[in-house]
């Protein structure tokens, strides 16, 4: 996909700007009121090709808040429901990414819901975030859940498995083989195409 940029209009937090390159493995957000964020790949590591970011390895990311590199403990819940949660060890603080539904995530402080995010698939279009005002986000939080939903994706829809999509790939050969019996008996009973 390469570079991605598109602005958000965040009823919040203004205008912000967010850079997605997947060759290189960074997210950068900035504008509004939010301090500039980065989350990187290390150049070492090899990418995957999911997520955008190219990995979800935690001991290959490295996290920039407002040029202050923070130790980042990123860690990935169950395969089919897309679980990421960062701890900061200094704040005592832990955010998770969770899915809401099939194509939204929301950033939780603690137990805490902050708000839903929205990012299509390699973060084309970014949606702005929903933000919950009784929760009283911060501008930090808000840079964070924008950089982990480009970078990591939103959403619980899972892609299916190799067994999966064989199954399904059978089921629809063994309907068409049930349709082509059925005509094929129905002709010789008599009936004849157009007539």
Known sequence: MGRVTVVVEDLVFGEITITLDTVEGSVEVNGGWLPRTTLRRDPGKRPTSWPPIGT?????????????????????????RRI?????????????????????SCLLRDKVRLGKLLVSPGGGHVAPATWRSASKVLPVEAALGYALAVALSTGG???PSVREENG????????????????????????????
Not at 67 to 75: F, T
Not at 169 to 177: G, L, P, S, T, V
């Open 84 to 104: 990421y949660t960062v701890r900061f060890p200094d704040g005592g603080r832990t955010y998770r990414l969770v899915p809401y539904d099939e194509t939204q």
């Open 56 to 80: 979800s390895d935690p001991d290959a990311l490295t996290l920039t808040l407002d040029g202050e590199g923070e130790p980042l403990a990123l860690g990935r819940g169950s395969v089919n």
């Open 157 to 159: 829809e899972r892609r």
């Open 168 to 195: 399904r790939k059978a089921a629809a050969a063994d309907q068409r083989w049930k349709r082509c019996s059925t005509s094929s008996r129905s002709g010789r009973n008599g009936r004849t195409a157009g007539g």
